[in-house]
């Protein structure tokens, strides 16, 4: 089993920063496809970045060159840095986890789920 604990969310001007951090349990946290989804008021759950056991990353448009994922196998950590932040990037985060060995950008892919961290961008 794995739990998933998100933290850093936070209100912050356009063209701030924030930074999210999600703790994972698991042994087999280093083997694991990590993902960040975020889900504004009345809108489907959207993929925003994805990084594999290897280290390899992926971004949706939206957040390409303004926001970084990254992890930390030996602390089970991975981490969303979010710089240049819009008020459209306004939502509730999650952090997930997908035991599948590919990347994926669908929710339904993954299998573990973190309570998600507010993030709200004013203008």
């Known amino acids: 089993q794995v739990q998933l604990v998100e933290s850093g969310g936070g209100l912050v001007q356009a063209g701030g920063s924030l930074s999210l951090s999600c703790a994972a349990s698991g042994r087999a946290f280093a083997w694991y496809v990590m993902g960040w989804f975020r889900q504004a008021a009345g809108k489907e759950r959207e993929f925003v970045a994805a990084?594999?056991?290897?280290?390899?990353?992926f971004y949706a448009d939206s957040v390409k060159g303004r926001f970084t994922i990254s992890r930390d196998n030996a602390k089970n950590t991975v981490y969303l840095q979010m710089n240049s932040l819009k008020p459209e990037d306004t939502a509730v985060y999650y952090c997930?986890?997908?035991?599948?060995?590919?990347?994926?950008?669908?929710?339904?892919?993954?299998?573990?789920w973190g309570q998600g961290t507010q993030v709200i961008v004013s203008s």
């Open positions: 990084i594999s056991w290897s280290g390899s990353s």
């Open positions: 997930s986890l997908s035991i599948r060995s590919g990347y994926s950008r669908s929710a339904e892919e993954y299998d573990y």
